[in-house]
């Protein structure tokens, strides 16, 4: 379905997929997964430049800064000399103040490793990958920063977290902020205008239902739009499941300390819960066991 000199990585919900592109002897690699996996991303990473008989790495790419898309920037470019790093050009103030709570690393209990980038990318430009055109496209929203990458040619779209299978990345309340769930609208309708044959993600499988997997992520966005509570709860759940995968788990006394102490969780308890440290805890667990993403053993929370 792709491409000879392009490659498909798909890896899971604590690294983004990637997708590499060969032109020559040179590679571009789109988005390096979560710091922590480091080990695998190089790993991967190097059997892909392999399959192609050992090209270089010149160029990453990140469709937006997240720390699951960024995490692997600068050990990969550290171990390739001379690989430059291209970012989104709206993403260049949060990256100047590294670590402020809308990059959602401390402020949401997640790492990545600060680096310096070459260049970047603006909405409209065309970009060269793999030696065809591929249109740069803003899809603010779950991040509103962000770029996907789309081949007319190809009819390939690359979509990051503006798009899934089934749903899409997550936008903040709009008490916290209106302006996420109104671009994410915006988003799906830019989208809907493309011509594509087959979706790459940035979670998940490659897809072909592209117009039914918009169906299904305008669906749930709009149903999380009569309801800021639920998208609240929808956000702090998953940033605890992420952490405790990425983490392996915690002693459960420590997690009244812990919601009290991460930015996430302290502020939307009190903007929307106003339950005690203990109480959200409590409550906070509850959600995680029966989403079946975390079980309690020997007194300590264990990722499933």
């Given amino acids: 379905m792709l491409p000879e000199n392009m490659c498909f990585i798909e890896r899971d919900w604590l690294s983004a997929n990637h997708v590499m592109f060969c032109d020559g002897d040179s590679a571009t690699l789109i988005d390096s997964g979560y710091g922590k996996f480091n080990d695998v991303t190089i790993e991967k990473v190097d059997a892909a430049l392999s399959g192609w008989g050992h090209p270089s790495l010149d160029r990453i790419v990140n469709t937006h800064i997240h720390s699951d898309h960024i995490g692997g920037n600068a050990a990969l470019q ?43 990318i603006e909405p409209g430009q065309t970009v060269s990958l793999g030696g065809e055109s591929w249109q740069a496209i803003a899809t603010p929203g779950h991040d509103m920063g962000s770029l996907v990458f789309y081949s007319a040619k ?5 979509s990051a977290d503006a798009l899934w299978e089934t749903s899409s990345g997550f936008v903040p309340p709009q008490a ?42 305008n669906e749930k966005l709009e149903l999380f739009a009569t309801d800021d509570l639920r998208i609240a709860k929808n956000v702090v759940k998953g940033m605890f499941i992420y952490s405790m995968m990425w983490r392996g788990g915690m002693p459960v006394v420590d ?14 308890n009190a903007q929307f819960f106003k339950m005690s440290d203990e109480g959200y805890a409590d409550w906070l667990l509850g959600e995680a066991v029966r989403a079946s993403k975390v079980r309690i053993e020997n ?4 990722s499933v």
């Fill in 78 to 120: 550290r171990l390739h000399a001379g690989c430059s790093i291209t970012v989104p050009v709206d993403e260049q103030p949060a990256l100047v103040n590294w670590d402020a709570p809308e990059q959602m690393l401390t402020y949401a209990d997640q790492e990545a490793e600060r680096f310096a980038w070459d260049d970047v």
């Fill in 154 to 158: 190809l009819r390939i779209l690359i």
């Fill in 176 to 217: 916290i902020d209106p302006e996420p769930l109104a671009a994410q609208r915006a988003t799906f309708k830019r989208l809907a205008e493309l011509d594509v044959a087959l979706v790459i993600p940035g979670h998940g499988p490659m897809f072909t239902d592209y117009s039914g997997a918009l169906k299904r992520a």
């Fill in 255 to 268: 997690l009244p300390a812990y919601v009290a102490r991460i930015g996430v969780h302290r502020d939307y």
């Fill in 299 to 302: 007194d300590a929370i264990v």
